[in-house]
């Protein structure tokens, strides 16, 4: 049974930081391509950044040079630096695999206050 727990969630100001992780099990998590996205009030959900088995990685736009995503394959985690925030990055984190399994985690809400 897929399990991803994410945490690391908060309220922070404008240039501020956080670190997100996201705990996995259920899975054979060192094989798969990970992924953070993120979904704003009314928006679509979008892909954030992805981190292949081999720690290749790639960023959306928006947040390329301020986020680092990361992953630790022992321990089954995936994480996400955050640096920089800006009132744009506010919205519900999820991780999940790219492309994504259907089930997902409840997310870790972030806030950012300018």
């Known amino acids: 049974q897929v399990q991803l727990v994410e945490s690391g969630g908060g309220l922070v100001q404008a240039g501020g930081s956080l670190r997100l992780s996201c705990a996995t099990s259920g899975i054979i998590f060192g094989i798969y391509r990970m992924a953070w996205y993120r979904q704003a009030p009314g928006k679509q959900r979008e892909l954030v950044a992805a981190i292949t088995s081999g720690g290749s990685t790639n960023y959306a736009d928006s947040v390329k040079g301020r986020f680092i995503i990361s992953r630790d394959n022992a321990n089954n985690t995936l994480y996400l630096q955050m640096n920089s925030l800006k009132p744009e990055d506010t919205a519900v984190y999820y991780c999940?695999?790219?492309?994504?399994?259907?089930?997902w985690g409840q997310g870790t809400q972030v806030a950012v206050s300018s």
């Open positions: 999940n695999k790219q492309p994504a399994f259907l089930y």
